[in-house]
Nanobody, 120 residues
């Protein structure tokens, strides 16, 4: 199994910054893509940012130029640097990882979610 441990959420004022982290562990052979999703109250879960094993990134239009996704392959960890936060960024943020186990089978794993609240 793959375990994902997220951290870094919290309360921040509009215009502030937060950095989310997600560390993967388990019987992992490799990690392909790592991503962050978010779900605001009453809304569908949406992709925020994604990074491939080769470092290619893509972002939701609403966060382009404001958020930066990165990964440390040695630590099996993905980060999301969030700058110039707005109240509409308030949501539970979920880490998502896919890859292969040592056994060769494919996995997709989700973190437990970390809450980000942007409010004055």
């Amino acid at each position: 199994q793959v375990q994902l441990v997220e951290s870094g959420g919290g309360l921040v004022q509009p215009g502030g910054s937060l950095r989310l982290s997600c560390a993967a562990s388990g019987t992992i052979f490799n990690i392909n893509a790592m991503a962050w999703y978010r779900q605001a109250p009453g809304k569908e879960r949406e992709l925020v940012a994604r990074i491939t094993s080769g470092g290619k990134t893509n972002y939701a239009d609403s966060v382009k130029g404001l958020f930066t996704i990165s990964r440390d392959n040695a630590k099996n960890t993905v980060y999301l640097q969030m700058n110039s936060l707005k109240p509409e960024d308030t949501a539970v943020y979920y880490c998502n990882v896919d890859g292969r186990y040592v056994s060769g089978s494919y996995y997709v794993a989700w973190g437990q979610g970390t809450r980000v609240t942007v409010s004055s």
